[in-house]
């Protein structure tokens, strides 16, 4: 999580399920993907971003590694995300595929 400092918040992670204007649904997504959610300084939900650009593979399993230990909000509002993941991830370009895991660094536009 990161607080901007107009109050904006962004909230990071990952989710089995669709977001959709700061609320998930059953709609599982078969897999852990990347996401961020950002509100304004009253709570209220502005944008989400869900990087999934192609069906996500499940892997079987119900525990995966993964994580986003560093966020930072650059002055402009863009987001800068630090993490790591051993699953196949796509970012939105294409899937990424970890021999056993990887790190990434990632900015994201708003």
Same mark, same amino acid.
């Given at each position: 999580?990161?607080?901007? %400092?107009? $109050?904006?918040? @962004?909230?990071?992670?990952?989710?089995?399920?669709?977001?959709?204007?700061?609320t998930t649904n059953q709609d599982g997504l078969g897999s852990a993907q990347l996401f961020t959610q950002r509100f304004d %300084?009253? $709570?209220?939900? @502005?944008?989400?971003r869900l990087f999934l650009g192609v069906a996500p593979e499940a892997r079987g399993?119900?525990?995966g590694v993964e994580a986003v230990p560093a966020v930072a909000l650059m002055p402009d509002g863009d987001a800068v995300l630090y993490g790591?993941?051993?699953?196949?991830?796509?970012?939105?370009?294409?899937k990424?595929?970890?021999l056993r895991g990887d790190i990434f660094l990632l900015r994201v536009k708003y």
């Open positions: 999580m990161a607080v901007h %400092a107009s $109050g904006e918040v @962004l909230t990071v992670g990952y989710t089995y399920s669709w977001l959709e204007n700061g %300084a009253a $709570g209220q939900p @502005l944008v989400a399993e119900l525990y790591h993941t051993d699953r196949v991830t796509d970012f939105g370009v294409d990424l595929r970890p």
